[in-house]
């Protein structure tokens, strides 16, 4: 396969190798032959076994490792830098974007389900200069740009394709793993931009505001979501549920089932009960309007994390949001409950109430709303 830039793609084993017809200049997060290059023949990315990654992060050199991959794959003439991953090369995409003579291609592989994270969330080690802390998952981009492009427009480039890959995880509501924000990205991600020096299109920006800097965005964020579809079934089609949302606060059905029989004075393990319950959660949670209905509650909360909404107005918004057909929130204080309780309490109660039929104002809110 061959990109629009005449660049190789070949995959053998658990490497995708992308073979350079002529001079390239590379900017690489690299251990082999990383940060700016201008002799490099190749870059590859590499799915690591386990046990392999297991030993790098716990003293073993990543370089050294690297190193011995290329030999594996690569003549022994050909320079190459070289990107790692646990995902599998099988479900890498490749995007190509064009605008009259300028092309970009975009090739990633992308895992998020184990070590999704926030920029500013929580550190999981602290670097010594022998030990790291093993983590599955990664975001890898090999970005090949059909231009000549200055050392500093290469480097922005990788700022927005940073920016490309955070939008694509926001527009899935990828979740950190490490906070209850939206992911930016994992812990391990790594990238390399490849530039034609001899290319007679000759570009100084690739920030946003470029058509340069588009195509990038598009073809990132394209390969990006394809990627991870392919990898871990995250889309579109696998938010479209309550519980799944609900994931990024760490709140389960049986939270919210524990939380409904407290209220309900029930026995929590009474299994009868929690089938029930159980059942219309499933059916409710997967119907496009309560999608809708959790989506917005859930900005409500993040917008009040954030310091954006008062507690107060956030969590009155969150019960309208989402009804409070028991009235059990009318007796607190919303200026001192956290906005999460407020939906976790008036969802519990919404589906028990569901699950038992019991009308009064609630039947009448439910026709009103649709749900």
């Known amino acids: 396969m061959r990109t629009p830039g005449n660049e190789q793609i070949e995959y053998r084993g658990n490497s995708c190798i992308v073979r350079f017809p002529g001079p390239r200049r590379v900017l690489s997060t690299s251990w082999l032959n990383g940060g700016y290059q201008k002799d490099l023949d190749a870059v590859f990315n590499h799915q690591i076994p386990l046990d392999a990654c297991t030993a790098c992060h716990s003293g073993g050199s990543i370089q050294e490792y690297l190193e011995g991959v290329a030999r594996g794959l690569l003549p022994d003439d050909v320079k190459a830098a070289g990107l790692v991953t646990c995902a599998e090369m099988k479900n890498t995409a490749v995007v190509s974007e064009t605008f009259r003579d300028l092309s970009v291609s975009a090739i990633v592989t992308a895992g998020i389900d184990k070590n999704g994270a926030r920029a500013g969330d929580p550190a999981s080690y602290y670097e010594n200069g022998t030990s790291f802390e093993p983590v599955g998952g990664t975001i890898n981009t090999i970005l090949l740009i059909g231009a000549d492009l200055p050392e500093y427009a290469m480097a922005r480039a990788v700022m927005t394709a940073t920016e490309a890959k955070a939008a694509a995880l926001q527009q899935l509501m990828a979740r950190s793993l490490y906070s209850t924000g939206i992911a930016t990205g994992s812990g391990t991600d790594m990238i390399a931009v490849i530039s034609d020096p001899a290319s007679p299109l000759s570009i100084t920006d690739a920030g946003t505001h470029s058509a340069l800097g588009e195509l990038i965005a598009k073809a990132v964020i394209r390969a990006t979501q394809s990627a991870l579809e392919k990898e871990t079934g995250l889309s579109p089609g696998s938010q479209h549920d309550v519980l799944v949302r609900l994931e990024r606060y760490r709140v389960t059905k049986q939270d ?89 309490e008036t969802l519990a109660a919404h589906i028990y109430h569901r699950a038992h039929r019991m009308p009064a104002s609630t039947g009448r809110n439910a026709r009103r709303s649709g749900t």
């Not at 997967?286 to 909404?309: K, M, Q, Y």
């Not at 028991?326 to 956290?338: D, E, F, R, V």
């Open 256 to 344: 919210l089932w524990s939380i409904a029989a407290d209220a309900a004075g029930k026995d929590p393990s009474d299994p009868e009960e929690q089938e029930l319950f159980y059942r219309h959660l499933e059916q409710w949670a997967r119907r496009p309007g309560s999608v809708a209905r959790i989506a917005a509650a859930l900005h409500v909360i993040d917008e009040e994390s954030w310091g954006l909404i008062p507690r107060k107005e956030a969590c009155q918004s969150v019960c309208r949001i989402v009804e409070d057909p028991a009235g059990i929130l009318h007796g607190l204080n919303c200026a001192t409950i956290p906005p999460l309780r407020c939906l976790t």
